[in-house]
């Protein structure tokens, strides 16, 4: 036989185990009935019976309920209030409360984000993907009923979160992503397609590839706003920006080769009017130059001039005076003035003796002939 255990005992050859304390089992019954005989006695509802405990219940029921109804919002976000559906109202940043649902509900949405929609094209989601080419959205005809591809990036954000949430019931876009009811989704892209085509519509294909996209811009933004207001679509257009403008692929080439001759055209321009700016200063300073030249040789001629009929004045007055003295004087300057340009030789019976003046200077043909040795004339 195997030895007992401390707590067994031999009594009588038989083995003896003290009884064990059987576990507690408690009824749904008691513990409502403790849990009863716990609560206080609420004044008008009777102490710790079945409906105070009832009523506890709703409380902590009501509380948490009423916990729902706290929410925050974020500096960048706006939120949208609505009571049994209606709209009641809007808050801004911080921490509030509204009636939990389903008697209160809230939409919080950023507004201050910028948001971009793509046209004509889809770029892959990491952004280094090759965009994809949506020739739907992007060929247009432009006033010389020419065909040219357009893709364009347009920039927006929410202006009015009450109209972007319930004034435009939109289908949605899948291609980007956006969810039906938002008026981003199909109605931005019809508003930008429209404005688009009808800015290109009024213009040469010229004009739309080369000189004037920042008008093309300008004027499909104007547009836009214009037409979204219009619709209560909550959105403002922040900006658009043409991507690429290239005409048809079938005669992308012939266009890229008036483009360059084009440009070839402004070099030269350029080059011709840097060289006008040039030599204009030098041809203005030659001419003023010759100007001032002519009006000083004109100046002097006339002072001559004048200077020589004064002098004629003087003469003739003198010779009215007295002629024979005027005469005479006339003559003696004269040859005053002609004689030493001359020169002149000494005529003999046996030769010709140069006359060599004390000055040592010859000049002129003349002669002096004479017919005798003593004198010559």
């Given at each position: ?6 707590d067994t005992?031999v009594?009588d050859?038989?083995?003896y185990r003290?009884?064990?304390q059987?576990?507690?089992q ?5 513990v ?6 716990s609560?206080?006695n609420?004044?008008?509802?009777g ?7 009832i009523?506890?219940?709703l409380?902590?029921?009501s509380?948490?309920?009423?916990g ?11 939120a949208?209030?609505?009571?049994f559906g209606k ?12 009636y ?14 910028s ?6 094209f889809?770029?892959g989601a990491?952004g280094?993907t ?11 005809i432009?006033?010389?009923e020419?065909i040219v591809d357009?893709?364009a990036v347009i ?6 979160l ?14 980007r ?17 429209t ?11 010229d ?13 499909v ?20 920006l043409?991507?690429n403008?290239?005409?048809?692929l ?7 080769d008036?483009v ?19 030599e204009?200063?030098k041809?203005?300073?030659e ?11 004109k ?6 001039a ?11 007055l003198?010779y009215e ?9 006339l003559?003696l ?14 005529l ?16 002129g043909s003349?002669l002096i002939t ?8």
């Amino acid at each position: 036989m195997a030895a007992p255990n401390d707590d067994t005992q031999v009594v009588d050859n038989k083995m003896y185990r003290p009884p064990q304390q059987e576990e507690a089992q408690l009824t749904l019954d008691e513990v409502i009935e403790r849990l009863r005989a716990s609560l206080p006695n609420i004044p008008g509802i009777g102490g710790g019976g079945t409906i105070g405990l009832i009523f506890a219940a709703l409380i902590i029921i009501s509380l948490i309920w009423a916990g729902t109804g706290f929410y925050t919002v974020g500096p960048d976000q706006e939120a949208v209030l609505r009571t049994f559906g209606k709209f009641t109202g809007t808050t801004s940043g911080g921490l509030h409360w509204h009636y939990p649902g389903p008697i209160g509900k809230r939409n919080v949405v950023a507004v201050t984000l910028s948001r971009r929609m793509e046209l004509g094209f889809r770029s892959g989601a990491d952004g280094f993907t090759v965009a994809q080419s949506v020739t739907n959205e992007s060929l247009m005809i432009t006033g010389d009923e020419n065909i040219v591809d357009v893709q364009a990036v347009i920039q927006y954000r929410i202006s009015s979160l009450q109209d972007y949430l319930f004034e435009v019931d939109d289908p949605g876009d899948p291609d980007r992503g956006i969810l039906p009811g938002s008026p981003d989704g199909r109605t931005l892209r019809d508003i930008a397609e429209t404005a688009l085509r009808q800015v290109v519509g009024a213009r040469n294909i010229d004009d739309v590839l080369t000189t004037e996209k920042e008008q093309v811009q300008t004027e499909v933004q104007f547009k836009m706003r214009e037409l979204a207001s219009e619709y209560s679509t909550g959105v403002e257009v922040l900006q658009v920006l043409l991507q690429n403008v290239n005409p048809p692929l079938e005669v992308q080439a012939a266009f890229e080769d008036v483009v360059r001759a084009r440009e070839d055209r402004e070099r030269l321009i350029n080059l011709a009017e840097a060289y006008q700016a040039a030599e204009l200063p030098k041809a203005t300073g030659e001419a003023a130059k010759i100007t001032e030249a002519a009006k000083g040789f004109k100046q002097g001629r006339i002072a001559r001039a004048q200077g020589e009929a004064d002098g004629f004045d003087a003469i003739l007055l003198g010779y009215e005076g007295s002629p024979e003295v005027t005469r005479q004087r006339l003559y003696l300057e004269a040859v005053e003035e002609i004689l030493p340009g001359v020169t002149k030789f000494i005529l003999t019976d046996s030769s010709v003796l140069p006359f060599l003046p004390l000055s040592g200077a010859t000049g002129g043909s003349g002669l002096i002939t004479g017919t005798g040795a003593g004198g010559g004339q």
